[in-house]
């Protein structure tokens, strides 16, 4: 997708009180806002980037099958993302998949 980094702005928390709050709840805290600063999403054109992959069943797949099938899949999406991010408005933006 394109756009949807704009949606929302992260909070950085420089002195840590966020992170000693998730470390006491146990849990994960992040701070966002959008429009009005609020958690509503602010409006910005979203785009979407499809790479379609034909892939053949097998009931056994090795691990070479599966890392050749996940990286036709993943450098196809990277590549139809660079071609296609001029288009959408972001040609400085990079593709980062984790």
């Given at each position: 997708f394109f756009g949807t980094t704009d949606m929302l702005t992260v909070v950085q928390d420089p002195f840590g009180i966020m992170e000693w709050a998730s470390r006491k709840m146990q849990a994960g805290m992040m701070g966002f806002y959008g429009r009005w600063g609020m958690p509503v999403p602010r409006r910005i054109p979203v785009s979407l980037c499809v790479a379609p992959y034909k892939?053949?069943?097998?009931?056994?797949?090795?691990?070479?099958?599966?890392?050749?099938?996940?990286?036709?899949v993943y450098g196809g999406l990277n590549k139809i993302y660079n071609e296609q991010k001029i288009y959408a408005g972001y040609p400085d933006r990079t593709l980062h998949i984790s």
């Amino acid at each position: 997708f394109f756009g949807t980094t704009d949606m929302l702005t992260v909070v950085q928390d420089p002195f840590g009180i966020m992170e000693w709050a998730s470390r006491k709840m146990q849990a994960g805290m992040m701070g966002f806002y959008g429009r009005w600063g609020m958690p509503v999403p602010r409006r910005i054109p979203v785009s979407l980037c499809v790479a379609p992959y034909k892939c053949q069943k097998m009931d056994n797949p090795t691990k070479e099958d599966v890392e050749m099938v996940h990286n036709a899949v993943y450098g196809g999406l990277n590549k139809i993302y660079n071609e296609q991010k001029i288009y959408a408005g972001y040609p400085d933006r990079t593709l980062h998949i984790s």
